[in-house]
């Protein structure tokens, strides 16, 4: 299986609580930060929206919000 990737902005408090709990059920992520322009155009060419972070690429799919990226974290553990 593919790494999944998590576009995430660095600071951001949200996205830090999908961080660690991927950290602590040991899932690697690709993580892409959207404050660089390559994976900001990626998101976008993925029809997410940069103010909607964290997002969750993953078997095709892309979650939106962190309600649904820590829901799916745990069905990965």
Not at 48 to 58: E, H, Q, T
């Amino acid at each position: 299986m593919e790494k999944p990737i998590l576009y995430y902005w660095a600071p951001c408090s949200t996205c830090s609580v999908a961080v660690n709990l991927a950290d602590e059920l040991g899932i690697d992520l690709d993580k892409r930060d959207v404050e660089q322009e390559a994976p900001y155009q990626e998101l976008l060419a993925l029809g997410g929206d940069a103010n909607k972070i964290p997002y969750l690429y993953v078997g095709g799919e892309l979650i939106e919000g962190q309600e649904a990226v820590l829901a799916k974290l745990k069905t990965m553990k």
